[in-house]
């Protein structure tokens, strides 16, 4: 069994930054292949961002050049920055683990409003 924990979500004005955190337990983090999706209000739950075990990248169009995607081993945490928020933002970000089973976390609320 994975645990999945995120944290770093909250209430941002347009323009601001955001960083997410996202704990997975178990000693071979590093093999996890890791994502940050996310689910607004009467919408499907979307990919924002993907990193596998062996660093490959992949960002969701309406994020890429804004949001950074990565993740330290050593502390079993991945992370994702969020620049140049917009209010089509918002959302609950939710933290997903694979290792032959999908884990995901609870989710953590992020509001773009000014």
């Known amino acids: 069994q994975v645990h999945v924990v995120e944290s770093g979500g909250g209430l941002v004005q347009p323009g601001g930054s955001l960083r997410l955190s996202c704990v997975a337990s178990?000693?071979?983090?590093?093999?996890?292949?890791m994502g940050w999706y996310r689910q607004a209000p009467g919408k499907q739950r979307e990919l924002v961002a993907g990193l596998t075990s062996d660093g490959t990248v992949n960002y969701a169009d309406s994020v890429q050049g804004r949001f950074t995607i990565s993740r330290d081993n050593s502390k079993n945490t991945v992370y994702l920055q969020m620049n140049s928020l917009k209010p089509e933002d918002t959302a609950v970000y939710y933290c997903?683990?694979?290792?032959?089973?999908?884990?995901w976390g609870q989710g953590t609320q992020v509001t773009v409003s000014s």
């Open positions: 997903r683990a694979v290792r032959m089973i999908v884990y």
């Open positions: 178990g000693s071979a983090f590093r093999t996890y292949n």
